[in-house]
């Protein structure tokens, strides 16, 4: 149980082009998502929490007009970088949160190479 | 500011040797304490620790979490290639559940 999907898992698109990546809970609901961002060699870095049916919370300094996220179901987030360039390309992860946020344990999706040209 | 601090940054061992992973934190509204181990792709999940001094096992791995000095540790003993890998320590905050994670320690096991 507590599978997390991802798609795609790359995509190489040019630059001024949108991007959109899903997360989808397979085996259970989540009410709340995760999306991070991973560059090389370095650690997750949080973007947002999506919460379904509201509105995502942000992190500091991540831009909601370029990365739209919609979590419109208990088992699927979505994230869209709009107009994706260059410094866009990384490692894209989501997780989905099992049970609440008494349970508080989160299960990662396999991740998405975004590569921007 | 939250932060998740983990040591060493990396680790060379040979296979058959024992390591330590440390992870200590200053979050606000601290939940609990995860461990991740990351390969090629996202972190599988290895632990989450709540309570204070007990230990947590899954076979040759080990953890546990010290909430007075806001502090884990992850032990791996009869260390195998196998567990080369970056581990991930991150602490919930809060009502979120949202996660703040280490830098991370890449391990190699040489054979």
């Known amino acids: 149980g507590a599978v997390v999907s991802q798609h795609p898992s790359r995509v190489i698109c040019k630059s001024g082009t949108s991007v959109k990546i899903e997360c989808r809970s397979l085996?259970?609901?989540?009410?709340?998502m995760f999306w991070y961002r991973q560059f090389p060699k370095q650690s997750l870095m949080l973007m947002a929490t999506?919460?379904?049916?509201?509105?995502?919370?942000?992190e500091q300094g991540v831009e909601k007009d370029k990365f739209l996220i919609n979590h419109a179901s208990l088992t699927l987030s979505t994230l869209t970088v709009t107009s994706a360039h260059p410094e866009d390309s990384s490692f894209y992860i989501c997780?989905?949160?099992?049970?609440?946020?008494?349970?508080?344990?989160?299960?990662f999706g396999p991740g998405t190479r975004l590569t921007v040209l | 500011e939250d932060k998740v601090v983990q040591s060493p940054l990396s680790l060379v061992v040979h296979e058959g040797d024992t390591v330590t992973l440390n992870c200590s934190y200053e979050?606000?509204?601290?939940?609990?304490l995860l461990w991740y181990k990351q390969e090629k792709k996202a972190p599988t999940f290895l632990f989450m620790l709540?309570?204070?001094?007990i230990e947590k096992k899954s076979g040759r791995l080990s953890s546990i979490l010290d909430k007075k000095e806001l502090f884990s540790i992850l032990n791996i003993t009869a260390t195998q290639t196998g567990d080369s890998a970056i581990y991930l320590c991150?602490?919930?905050?809060?009502?979120?559940?949202?996660?703040?994670f280490g830098q991370g320690t890449t391990l190699q096991v040489k054979p």
């Open positions: 085996d259970f609901q989540a009410t709340t």
């Open positions: 999506s919460n379904e049916g509201s509105k995502a919370t942000y």
């Open positions: 991150a602490a919930s905050s809060g009502n979120t559940g949202k996660l703040i």
């Open positions: 979050v606000t509204n601290f939940r609990s």
């Open positions: 709540t309570s204070s001094g």
């Open positions: 997780s989905a949160e099992r049970g609440g946020p008494q349970y508080n344990e989160q299960f």
